[in-house]
Structure formats: C-alpha cells, structure tokens
C-alpha cells in the first residue's frame, strides 16, 4: 500500500501541474461505480464538472483535490491504485471506450483538466484513477468548512501526521501496551506510516518493532521520533518505494527500494553487522529487524 511519501510524491507532482485547472469532463467506468466511488456518480457528476481545483493535498495516506465551490475530491490508493497524469490522447471518445484496446482495463476513473484562464494555451490533461485490485476508494466531500474536519471514513479519527508530529506529541502516542509495530501502523495514533516505514524507522532506531512501547527508554523514544521523520523524508526524497504496483503519475518507479536496510532484506547480511536480517510475524504484519542490532531484550 502506497505510505505518506509515496502519497506525498503525488501531491508534489499533481500540485504544480493541475492547480487552477478546470474539470471539464469526467468517467466513471462500471467498476469505479461499483467499487471505487462512494458517492452517487449524478451526484459526483454535479459537484465536480466545470469546477477549478484550487490545489493538491495530502492527510496521511489520502490524497485530497479542493474545488473552488467548496467541494473536496478524496482520493484513496489503497493496495494497489494508482493517480496517473498525462496528456489526453488525440482519438474519438467512441473509439478509446469502445474495448480495451485503447484504455487500461484497469483505468477506471478519469477527469479531464482544461486550462480556462484567458490566454490559456497549455494542453488538456487527463487524471486516471487506475486500480488492479479495486480495493481504492473516491469520495466527494460537499460544503466543505475546514479540511481538517472532513466526514469522511478513515479521514476523521486520523492522528498526526508523521512528518509534523512534535517530539512531545509523539512521546505521549508511543507510550502505550501495544506493540511499537502495532502503534505505529495505527493511523488513529499517527498518520502517514505504513509497514515499509515502520520497519525502517525502527531498524535506524535499533528499537525492536515487536517490544512494548511503554518498555522504551526516553532516550529511544527520541531516536524514534527522529528515525519516523528521517526514514520518511527519505522515502519522498527517492520517490518513495517501488516494490509492488507503485508509481508516479508520470508511470515511473520510485527508488528507495534500493535503499531499504531491512524491510525486504530477509537472509540478507546487516547493513550495519554480519548478522541476518530476520522476518517474523508482528501485529499480523511481516515485520523484518536485524536481531544484533535490534535486541528484542536489550
């Protein structure tokens, strides 16, 4: 699943190249209709067409396109959903929906983006919403007063976010009788994290993700804290992880794959010693640590 810098990529590339544009049209395949879209797509239709995005934002994992009537559209990539960018190709409507020829059987949600402003020359571009295993969802928030307030599953109980969480903040959400996995991964606690930055954050830490958090020491809720940020801005640094269906709206992959020191790593030899990296279940997650450098009794 997409994580905060994965999403966060996004946003960095959407922001720049569809803020100020116009929805000038919209498709809603039969199965974004069926499993994407948890608003009536009338109803949907109503509140976006001819509408200007007035910017691109992130909250945690959730991708968020303010319209200048006030509406929000939601966006969730879950497992495997993609936000793709580009030019609208020169052919008939009838030809390119006609089979799959000409569109991804996976694209099921598209809007089109007009530059309207007087003098405007820039090409229409087509934001596609595109899903394997249709487990993303879209929503259209209406009315909206406060971004921090949306009604919306997931969105309204979300803890901080990880990049912006203070060391006091993070103090009091680490201290609980769960595992340092288990919190973590909680986005009620702390928003953004997933299991790829969990693990790492922690191996930077040289704190066990299996251990209570209330077993940690001042001193490793500290380095926590730090390696939380400091694995993250990585991640958005190299375009996030690329290690299943990600990419960027441009279809490329990130990189920091290349850089993980332990999630993924398992048999391999420690970055940091000779011993090998370990693969155990942890909260119901595959959860990779180095045993040496991350002693579950310390």
């Given at each position: 699943?997409?994580?905060?810098?994965?999403?966060?990529?996004?946003?960095?590339?959407?922001?720049?190249a569809i803020s100020g544009r116009t929805i000038t049209a919209l498709v809603i395949r039969q199965k974004a209709e069926k499993h994407l879209l948890n608003n009536d797509p009338f109803a949907f239709y109503e509140g976006v067409?001819?509408?200007?995005?007035?910017?691109?934002?992130?909250?945690?994992?959730y991708i968020l396109l303010p319209l200048s009537n006030g509406n929000v559209i939601v966006f969730h990539l879950g497992m495997t959903g993609r936000l793709l960018l580009r030019p609208i190709p020169?052919?008939?409507?009838?030809?390119?929906?006609?089979?799959?020829?000409?569109?991804?059987k996976h694209t099921h949600?598209?809007?089109e983006l007009s530059d309207l402003y007087e003098g405007g020359s820039?090409?229409?571009?087509?934001?596609?919403?595109?899903?394997?295993?249709?487990?993303?969802?879209?929503?259209?928030?209406?009315?909206?007063?406060?971004?921090?307030?949306?009604?919306?599953?997931?969105?309204?109980g979300l803890g901080p976010d990880a990049?912006?969480?203070?060391?006091?903040?993070f103090q009091k959400i680490i201290r609980r009788k769960r595992s340092v996995k288990a919190i973590l991964l909680d986005q009620a606690n702390l928003a953004g994290v997933g299991n790829i930055?969990?693990?790492?954050?922690?191996?930077?830490?040289?704190?066990?993700?299996?251990?209570?958090?209330?077993?940690?020491t001042e001193e490793q809720q500290t380095k926590l804290w730090f390696a939380v940020k400091s694995v993250l801005k990585e991640g958005i640094h190299y375009r996030g992880s690329s290690v299943s269906d990600y990419t960027a709206t441009d279809g490329s992959k990130g990189s920091y794959q290349e850089h993980?020191?332990?999630?993924?790593?398992?048999?391999?030899?420690?970055?940091?010693?000779?011993?090998?990296?370990?693969?155990?279940?942890?909260?119901?997650?595959?959860?990779?640590?180095?045993?040496?450098?991350q002693p579950k009794e310390a």
């Open positions: 699943m997409p994580e905060l810098p994965e999403c966060e990529t996004i946003v960095r590339d959407l922001r720049p067409i001819g509408r200007e995005i007035s910017t691109v934002l992130r909250k945690g994992k020169q052919i008939s409507f009838d030809d390119r929906f006609s089979g799959d020829d000409n569109i991804d949600f598209m809007l820039e090409e229409d571009l087509e934001l596609a919403f595109n899903d394997v295993r249709l487990f993303g969802e879209i929503w259209l928030a209406e009315n909206v007063q406060s971004i921090e307030e949306l009604d919306i599953p997931g969105l309204r990049l912006g969480v203070s060391l006091a903040e930055y969990t693990d790492e954050a922690c191996f930077v830490a040289k704190v066990h993700p299996g251990v209570l958090g209330t077993s940690l993980h020191r332990v999630y993924g790593k398992f048999g391999k030899k420690c970055v940091e010693c000779e011993s090998s990296i370990e693969r155990v279940k942890v909260s119901g997650r595959s959860t990779h640590f180095c045993p040496s450098c």
